[in-house]
């Protein structure tokens, strides 16, 4: 069954601290790995979009990584902000059938001063 | 460019009634996909359209319908409103949905069945 894991289910950092959120799937067939940032109450955004060959990709103060061996990936906050407070969604699309996206749960990140 | 709207943003309406939620996409996107959102189920795929015809579809009852228009705007229906359809509805549109093209998102339609 095509699963996305997620963890922590959530977490609590202070202003300027690192963080890493972990994803594990066991989806097959594998087409790319995604990193959405979701604020409460908007629609998610995408962070990334790493494809199997890719092993790490940035955007800004987010870093995420894929070992496609090993089926996992994380999420690197560097210097948390204020700003960062929101859920993290992992996503997984599989070359199975037409946009057949899979959601992990999510985690959801607190960032206080 | 503009973005993905989404109308309307928040809806409250009485069980047993339906609904109609709406999407339009980005500009030149053709796939346009539905979303349910809740606290306890996370995100879970309803269906997706391109080039008004439903490509994929996911677990969820006859009473969840949509379609898609051939200027790619999309429409959710939801018929015989339950409780457990209170969610956020949310419609994502990309170039084409088979290959790694970005995906992007709305701002969601808050439903509250009362």
């Known amino acids: 069954k095509n699963q996305v894991e997620q963890s922590p289910q959530s977490l609590i950092i202070l202003e300027g601290k690192n963080c890493t959120l972990q994803?594990?799937?066991?989806?097959?067939?594998?087409?790319?790995l995604r990193w959405y940032k979701q604020d409460t109450g908007r629609g998610p955004v995408s962070l990334t979009i790493?494809?199997?060959?890719?092993n790490t990709k940035s955007n800004g103060r987010y870093t995420a990584t894929l070992d496609a061996d090993t089926k996992q990936s994380s999420l690197h906050i560097t210097a948390s902000q204020l700003s960062d407070s929101a859920s993290y969604i992992c996503?997984?699309?599989?070359?199975?059938?037409?946009?057949?996206?899979?959601f992990g749960a999510g985690t959801r990140l607190a960032v206080h001063p | 460019k503009a973005g993905v709207t989404q109308t309307p943003r928040y809806l409250i309406k009485t069980r047993g009634q339906q609904v109609t939620l709406s999407c339009s996409p980005i500009?030149?996107?053709?796939?346009v996909s539905w979303y349910q959102q809740t606290p306890g189920q996370g995100l879970q795929f309803l269906f997706e359209?391109?080039?008004?015809?439903?490509?994929n579809k996911g677990n969820f009852p006859g009473r969840f319908s949509g379609r898609q228009f051939s200027n790619s705007r999309s429409e959710m229906n939801v018929s015989t409103l339950e409780l457990g359809d209170s969610a956020l509805y949310l419609c994502?549109?990309?170039?084409?949905?088979?290959?790694?093209?970005?995906?992007?998102f709305g701002p969601g339609t808050r439903l509250t069945v009362t």
């Open positions: 994803c594990n799937y066991t989806v097959s067939p594998f087409s790319n």
């Open positions: 996503v997984v699309q599989t070359t199975g059938g037409y946009n057949k996206l899979i």
């Open positions: 500009s030149g996107h053709r796939s």
């Open positions: 994502a549109s990309s170039l084409d949905p088979r290959s790694s093209y970005e995906q992007y």
């Open positions: 790493m494809t199997f060959s890719e």
């Open positions: 359209y391109f080039s008004e015809t439903q490509r």
